[in-house]
């Protein structure tokens, strides 16, 4: 069997467990948009977007802030020696639109409650905050 090939018990399984997920988060965060793949709200200061991968199975957060100024050479810097001690995710700087941003991916491969579901957000937070701080600092 390649990794691929699951079976019909297999793919339903996991297409149940991303909408499950993705029913709880609309029940517990005020989405601003959504599509089929992605929601997108504001947390904590941040513009969140968290998209889902039935396939996989994965759930991908993306925290993104506005940086005031253009970065500079050291922060490109930082955010590489960010990224060499970052466990979770990884960080990176976007001077096209200006804002930093940090993305963790969780694998989804059991249903999540309320309270797992924002610890995993909440520590997602603390490594961008971690970050962002840093490199404004």
Same mark, same amino acid.
């Given at each position: 069997?390649? &990794?691929?090939?699951?079976?019909? @018990?297999e793919?339903?399984k996991?297409?149940?467990i991303? +909408?499950? *997920?993705?029913?709880?988060?609309?029940?517990?965060?005020?989405? +601003?948009?959504?599509?089929?793949?992605?929601?997108?709200?504001?947390?904590?200061?941040?513009?969140?977007?968290? @998209?889902?991968?039935?396939? &996989?199975?994965?759930?991908?957060?993306?925290?993104?802030?506005?940086? +005031?100024?253009?970065?500079?050479?050291?922060?490109?810097?930082?955010?590489?020696?960010?990224?060499?001690?970052?466990?979770?995710?990884?960080?990176a700087?976007?001077?096209?639109? =200006?804002?930093?941003?940090?993305?963790? *991916?969780?694998?989804l491969?059991?249903?999540?409650?309320?309270p797992?579901f924002?610890?995993?957000?909440?520590?997602?937070?603390? +490594?961008?905050?971690? =970050?962002?701080?840093?490199?404004?600092?």
């Amino acid at each position: 069997m390649n &990794h691929c090939d699951l079976s019909q @018990s297999e793919q339903r399984k996991r297409k149940e467990i991303a +909408e499950h *997920t993705r029913k709880m988060i609309l029940s517990e965060l005020e989405i +601003e948009s959504q599509d089929e793949i992605s929601l997108m709200a504001g947390y904590r200061d941040y513009y969140l977007q968290i @998209s889902f991968s039935e396939l &996989h199975p994965l759930l991908v957060f993306c925290l993104a802030k506005a940086l +005031e100024k253009p970065s500079t050479a050291r922060q490109r810097q930082m955010t590489n020696e960010l990224n060499l001690h970052s466990i979770l995710g990884s960080h990176a700087i976007n001077d096209e639109v =200006g804002c930093y941003s940090y993305r963790a *991916t969780q694998w989804l491969d059991a249903e999540l409650d309320a309270p797992r579901f924002f610890e995993i957000l909440d520590r997602c937070v603390d +490594e961008a905050d971690r =970050g962002y701080v840093k490199l404004t600092a």
